[in-house]
């Protein structure tokens, strides 16, 4: 059955920095975009990050631009998103999600606070 887990989110200060790891299993990890996805406290999902299936594609919210690098390691079946620079607008739940187009499949969630 098709699996994703967050990990690695956190508590830290503004500035600081996070990675969330993402490993899935249940379905050929290589053979798929993926894309992050954040839900802040008491507003909808937004979409963070995409990522082609090959990890040469990348795209991100306009707001994150610089601060955020999505990535990815097919032989480990791993996706990553880098958060540099943290700001208390990033505050949220941040979801793995398999597709881009069409996400099918989500992973439970990992909780980022921002907070001085």
């Known amino acids: 059955q098709v699996q994703l887990v967050e990990s690695g ?27 992050w996805v954040r839900q802040a406290p008491g507003k909808g999902l937004e979409w963070v990050s995409g990522i082609n299936d090959g990890g040469t594609k990348t795209n991100v919210l306009d707001s994150v631009k610089g601060r955020f690098t999505v990535s990815r390691d097919n032989a480990k079946n791993t996706l990553y998103l880098q958060m540099n620079n943290l700001k208390s607008e990033d505050t949220a739940v941040y979801y793995c999600v398999k597709g881009i187009v069409t996400m099918d499949y989500w992973g439970q969630g990992t909780q980022v606070t921002v907070s001085s």
């Open 9 to 35: 989110g956190g508590s830290v200060q503004p500035g600081g920095s996070l990675r969330l790891s993402c490993v899935v299993s249940g379905f050929t990890f290589s053979n798929y975009h993926m894309s």
